[in-house]
Nanobody
């Protein structure tokens, strides 16, 4: 599985961005897809996850209500719609895929098997 993240950029506080993560062709029926982010000098942190089959979504508390994760199964693509961006959202955002994860695994980066390259999101104040 190969993942390709895109859509980052430089925006102002309050603006929106939509990140995309295109996955190579394959069967993702057992997969959970997720977004993580890493700010300079900080550890990588979980942002959101979605089960490929069923579409159940899970969010880190600080972004609930501002970010929406979704996927288009026909396009093998996952999205992260980010609204009301804040300077503290500045980070490199990476997408990941993991098979047969349980809920308690979602926030653990080590449980994901595949990673895309990061895309930089910079939010100016």
């Amino acid at each position: 599985v190969q993942l390709q993240a895109s859509g980052g950029g430089l925006v102002q506080a309050g603006d929106s961005l939509r990140l995309s993560c295109a996955a190579s062709e394959g069967t993702f029926s057992t997969y959970t897809m997720a977004w993580f982010r890493q700010a300079p000098g900080k550890e990588r942190e979980f942002v959101a996850a979605i089960r490929w089959i069923g579409g159940s979504t899970y969010y880190e508390n600080s972004i609930k209500g501002r970010f929406t994760i979704s996927r288009d199964r026909a396009k093998n693509t996952m999205y992260l719609q980010m609204n009301s961006l804040k300077p503290e959202d500045t980070a490199v955002y990476s997408c990941a895929a993991g098979s047969r994860l349980i809920l308690s695994d979602f926030g653990r980066s080590g449980r994901y098997d595949y990673w895309g390259q990061g895309t930089q999101v910079t939010v100016s104040s």
